[in-house]
């Protein structure tokens, strides 16, 4: 591993980081936990593989500056993730600590927005909105961004 330099069979890269350093599955994990959508690839006996933090085992918590909440009790769930990155499942795990707080909140404060307040099945980032919003202005149609997504 080219962070921890312990020796491992399991070598990953992230295409979305500047200094796509191999590394071990630990230090891959831990430096990707603020960054669920990017797009990590595993090596093969032939080659590089994509796969996703989800398959992974990366759980993408909501609060606690996204360690896990000490209270909760619910497993983790899953949805589809739609960022500037592409579009990928992402599991979730929510906040606990203030049973009040509503689940479409947790998902605003970490800048995404749910599909739907109560059980949302997908969430799209606000970076990806006003990515969005700058190439309509351009001329862009939905269908042309979704596709270059």
């Known amino acids: ?6 020796e491992t069979d399991e070598l990953y890269r992230c295409t979305n ?8 599955n630990e230090c891959m994990m ?3 936990e603020e960054l669920p959508t990017h797009r990590p690839e595993m090596w093969t006996p032939s080659g590089w593989c994509t796969t996703t933090f989800a398959q992974l085992g990366l759980v993408y918590c909501l609060g606690h500056e996204c360690k ?3 209270l909760a ?21 929510i906040c606990e600590c ?3 707080t509503a ?18 099945k997908a969430i799209i980032s606000i970076r990806c909105l006003e990515q ?9 149609s939905p269908t042309s961004y979704y596709e270059s997504l």
């Open 98 to 100: 203030r049973p009040q």
């Open 73 to 93: 009790t619910n497993p983790p769930f899953s949805v589809i993730a739609i960022d500037t990155s592409g579009i990928q499942l992402m599991k979730i795990s």
């Open 1 to 6: 591993c080219g962070t921890c330099d312990r």
């Open 132 to 140: 969005y919003r700058s190439m309509e202005e351009q001329g862009m």
């Open 17 to 24: 980081c500047p200094s796509s350093e191999y590394q071990c």
């Open 68 to 70: 896990p909440c000490p």
């Open 30 to 32: 831990e430096e990707h």
């Open 103 to 120: 689940l479409h909140s947790q998902f605003i404060r970490n800048r995404w927005i749910p599909s739907s307040p109560l059980n949302p």
